[in-house]
């Protein structure tokens, strides 16, 4: 069974900076592609960064240059960085784990004030 722990998140004001971890349990997570999304209110949950096994990467348009996902294997967890944060990145984060057999975190919330 795995699970996914999120932290870091809180109130920040604009332009500011924060950083997501995500903790994962169980013997799978190098192997897996990880990623952080979010969900602002009454809008869809989006992805925000992914990252493979391989440490590729991928960004939503809307955080490039200003957020930077990672992973720590032995660590087993994944990060987000953002940066030069503002109000449109206010949003429950949350941590996913896999393409097919997915798995996802409890959620983090993410305050911006401008």
């Known amino acids: 069974q795995v699970q996914l722990v999120e932290s870091g998140g809180g109130l920040v004001q604009a332009g500011g900076s924060l950083r997501l971890s995500c903790a994962a349990s169980?013997?799978?997570?190098?192997?897996?592609?990880m990623g952080w999304y979010r969900q602002a209110p009454g809008k869809q949950r989006e992805l925000v960064a992914s990252?493979?096994?391989?440490?590729?990467?991928n960004y939503a348009d809307s955080v490039k240059g200003r957020f930077t996902i990672s992973r720590d294997n032995a660590k087993k967890t994944v990060y987000l960085q953002m940066n030069s944060l503002n109000a449109e990145d206010t949003a429950v984060y949350y941590c996913?784990?896999?393409?097919?057999?997915?798995?996802w975190g409890q959620g983090t919330q993410v305050t911006v004030s401008s």
């Open positions: 996913r784990m896999g393409r097919v057999t997915i798995y």
């Open positions: 169980g013997s799978i997570f190098e192997f897996k592609t």
């Open positions: 990252i493979t096994s391989r440490s590729d990467t």
